[in-house]
């Protein structure tokens, strides 16, 4: 295979491509929602532990895209590595985890909108999810009208959320109060090293506490970048794929750093836990002025919507590729006259529906939403690292094996830590899975194994565990 390519894509679009396709909500709350859980010192670390497990995870998928290229999607080397149980479970987790994203979305477009119209401001209010909804479903239909997103819009999108955010950047770094950060900084970073106390009662906890209050955030926002990575295949050099890969995602480590971190120098911890939802309009707004919040919000709306627009198309992208290969039902592949897998987008869209009407029954609608979306998604991840590992023992190549068990270790132990309330609820969406599994099975009169049905078993318990948990209010969402 030629090493250049004369039709593809150049370094620094590559780039360009890996960072937005990354950012889309997240970033527009960061301020608030490390602030949530931990002081200056201990989000720096655990930046540069997410930022680096991330490095690893992306360093597979590349490794995957060049050396697999006849494998398309994440869930396909979770199949090539493990059989078709596992190509099933990654699909699904991605489908999961892509629409879960969806709802985070949608009450962050809302807590946007409400800067213009206060009745939205909390995102699950009944006007917010009634707007939501109906926002929900325009998208589903544009897409079952067979709408691609034309390059054009992607690269306007890309402009108009980074713009506001480098505007953020720089108005946050001339406002910065530098007694508050120094002070706060070295106070808590050298109170916590210590083991003891931070300044602050509200993150009263020590450091590793505080990573782990940051570790399901700071994975949400990097949440994308498998897609990226896998268009680093169409890179105009082979080894640009590598390159943009790193580049793009030490770019991305920079920018939420520098997003997140500096806020702390200009309000008190305790003032930046209170700051309304989303944390970078209220800021800037405090910044520069109610121009300066209309400015962020219609970025971050424009934002969101392009991030939404392409996350309603990838789901069923995902879906579609899984009845193909007899790991759902026929049904989710049917095409319409638009060429839309139509029945998965109605599926997906009714899915959504639900959720977002559960939203009002829950204080913290954003957070659930994006920590279940990447909790599930985790499940993907897992199995691209365990197929990365495999390979690289069965190459006995220590660069190939090294990504893959650095990528597992650290997506499991970010999950057992932070999120596993999170991914008890996602073996519930598994049931539902499951089920359809069963009739794909039958359709492509393939059997199911003894150990595809053991492990259902054992998440269908699991299932039930987490519903009389929930019924019982001892897990609480
Ligand atoms: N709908 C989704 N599944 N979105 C996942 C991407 C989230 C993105 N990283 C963000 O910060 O907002």
Same mark, same amino acid.
């Given at each position: ?14 780039? #360009? ?17 490390? #602030? ?15 930022? =680096? ?54 009450t962050m477009?809302m807590s946007?909108?409400g800067? =213009?119209?206060?009745?939205l401001k909390s995102g699950n209010s009944?006007?917010a ?115 943009? +890969? ?31 939802h ?53 049904? =989710? ?14 599926? +997906? ?10 939203l009002? =029954?829950?204080?913290?609608a954003y ?18 690292? #365990? ?63 003894? +150990? ?26």
């Amino acid at each position: 295979m030629a090493d250049t390519k004369d039709h593809g894509i150049a370094l620094p679009a590559l780039v #360009a491509l890996v960072i937005s396709s990354a950012i889309g909500a997240g970033i527009f709350d960061l301020p608030a929602t490390l #602030a949530q859980g931990a002081t200056p010192g201990a989000a720096i670390l655990a930046w540069v532990i997410t930022g =680096f497990g991330i490095l690893m995870l992306a360093l597979s998928l590349n490794n995957l895209v060049l050396n697999k290229p006849e494998l398309t999607g994440v869930s396909d080397y979770a199949r090539a590595g493990f059989g078709d149980f596992a190509g099933f479970i990654s699909g699904w987790g991605y489908w999961l985890s892509a629409w879960l994203g969806n709802v985070a979305f949608a009450t962050m477009l809302m807590s946007a909108l409400g800067y =213009f119209f206060p009745a939205l401001k909390s995102g699950n209010s009944v006007p917010a999810i009634v707007l939501a909804s109906l926002v929900s479903w325009a998208l589903t239909l544009l897409v079952t009208r067979g709408i691609e997103s034309a390059a054009a819009i992607n690269t306007i999108v890309t402009i108009t959320k980074l713009v506001p955010i480098f505007a953020f950047v720089v108005v946050a770094i001339l406002s910065l109060k530098a007694g508050v950060f120094t002070a706060h900084f070295w106070q808590n970073m050298s109170t916590n090293v210590g083991g003891k106390l931070v300044f602050s009662s509200a993150t009263g906890t020590g450091i590793a506490d505080q990573i782990k209050n940051c570790v399901m955030a700071m994975m949400w926002v990097f949440v994308g970048i498998e897609g990226a990575t896998m268009m680093a295949a169409r890179a105009k050099k082979k080894s640009d794929a590598g390159k943009a +890969t790193i580049i793009g995602l030490i770019s991305l480590l920079i920018i939420y750093m520098v997003v997140s971190i500096l806020p702390y120098g200009y309000l008190s911890l305790q003032e930046l836990q209170h700051v309304q939802h989303p944390a970078l309009l209220y800021l800037f707004e405090s910044m520069t002025g109610p121009i300066g919040g209309a400015f962020i919000s219609i970025g971050l709306i424009i934002s969101i919507l392009g991030a939404w627009l392409s996350w309603t198309m990838l789901p069923v992208e995902a879906t579609s590729l899984m009845a193909e290969q007899g790991l759902l039902p026929k049904w =989710f592949g049917v095409l319409n006259k638009y060429r839309a897998p139509q029945h998965s987008l109605l599926l +997906t869209q009714v899915l959504i529906q639900i959720f977002l009407i559960t939203l009002l =029954f829950t204080d913290e609608a954003y957070n659930f939403a994006y920590s279940l979306c990447t909790a599930a998604i985790v499940v993907c991840y897992v199995l691209v690292g #365990a197929y990365q590992l495999k390979l690289g023992l069965q190459l006995k190549k220590l660069s190939v094996i090294l990504p893959g068990l650095i990528a597992v270790v650290f997506e499991v132990t970010a999950i057992v830590f932070s999120g596993m309330q999170y991914l008890w609820l996602c073996t519930i969406l598994y049931v539902l899975g499951f089920m359809l599994y069963v009739r794909a099975r039958r359709e492509v009169q393939q059997a199911i194994s003894k +150990t595809e049905l053991m492990m259902m078993g054992v998440v269908i318990v699991l299932a039930l565990g987490a519903i009389v948990a929930l019924a019982t209010g001892n897990l609480k969402i």
